[in-house]
Structures are given as C-alpha cells and as structure tokens.
C-alpha cells in the first residue's frame, strides 16, 4: 500500500510565501516523477509544477519564475516552494508520485488561501 500526503499549505497575504511538502511511503521501489497540480474552484484541475528523478522540472506558464519545485529521493519527498503569491494561485494543490509499477498516486490535498 502508498500513501501519498501533502502538507504545508494555509491563508497568506498576496506577495507573501508558503512552501509545500509532500512524503509517499510504502512499499515503494523507486518514484520516477514527482508533481503539483492544483484545483481552483469552478476551474479545471491544472499541473503546476513537475520533476524528474534525475532533477528535470517543468511548469506553467503563469508560476515561472516564482514557483521553485524539488525533490528529495532518499526520503520520497516533493516540495514546492511558491513565492509572490497571487489570488489566483489560490486552489487546492495535489502532490502526484509516480511509482514504479504501482502506477501514479495522489495525494489527499492542501488548501492554499492567498488573501488580504
């Protein structure tokens, strides 16, 4: 069994930081990629950063340059830091790990409020 479980979200004022965590354990061989999507409400659930197990990261448009994603293999650990946040970036943001053939697993997700 894998469990997937995001943690570090919460309410932050517009340009402010939170930085995200994400831990998959169990009976795990090896995570080959590693994402964040995220679900606003009335909008469709959008990736928005992802990371390779040799480090290669990609994402969207509208978080480059202020989001950072990284990973940490020995501990099957994702973060996600986000910096000058906006209100749009608030969603509620899912960790994803695709595990060795165990297929892609979610996380049970975190709420990110950004709001004055």
């Known amino acids: 069994q894998v469990r997937v479980v995001e943690s570090g979200g919460g309410l932050v004022q517009p340009g402010g930081s939170l930085r995200l965590s994400c831990a998959a354990s169990?009976?795990?061989?090896?995570?080959?990629?590693m994402g964040w999507h995220r679900q606003a409400p009335g909008k469709q659930s959008e990736l928005v950063a992802g990371i390779t197990r040799g480090g290669s990261t990609e994402y969207a448009d509208s978080v480059k340059g202020r989001f950072t994603i990284s990973r940490d293999n020995a501990e099957n650990t994702v973060y996600l830091q986000m910096n000058s946040l906006k209100p749009e970036d608030t969603a509620v943001y899912y960790c994803?790990?695709?595990?060795?053939?165990?297929?892609?697993?979610w996380g049970q997700g975190t709420q990110v409020t950004v709001s004055s």
């Open positions: 169990g009976t795990i061989f090896s995570i080959n990629r």
């Open positions: 994803t790990a695709e595990i060795t053939a165990r297929g892609i697993h």
